[in-house]
């Protein structure tokens, strides 16, 4: 059920304790730790702690909760002083999601090409 815990999610298992991760943010609403398999200098994913497969889902089902996310991506770009950055949203395998939980990546501290991959 959207906005609930699931029990094969890696996010949520995060958002728990039960699974490390290098946080760098935390608020009411959102997570934000460093990615394990990072694609730029600085690469933070800043998930919802509330269950949404995707960035639609969450739109859709949570759009203040979707407003915190971006905020928080803000805040890290802030705290990471980087003064150019990209967000990105996969929906979808085909976009190359592969956690089914709704997050942004907040990429910097390079020049980012475009188009991307």
Known sequence: MPG???D???????V???????V???????????DINPQAPTHVLV??????ANAAELAAGAPEIAADVLRETKA???EEKLDS??????????AGQTVWHA???????????????
Do not use: M
């Open 16 to 22: 728990a304790g039960r699974v490390p991760a290098t």
């Open 85 to 94: 950055y990209r967000l990105v949203f996969n929906t979808g395998s085909g």
């Open 103 to 117: 997050h942004a990546h907040v990429l910097g501290g390079r020049g980012l090409q475009w188009p991307p991959g």
């Open 47 to 52: 998930i919802p702690k509330a269950h949404y």
């Open 8 to 14: 094969d999610c890696l996010f949520c298992e995060i």
């Open 76 to 78: 890290v770009a802030d």
């Open 4 to 6: 609930e815990p699931q």
């Open 24 to 34: 760098v943010r935390e608020t009411d609403t959102t997570v934000a730790f460093r």
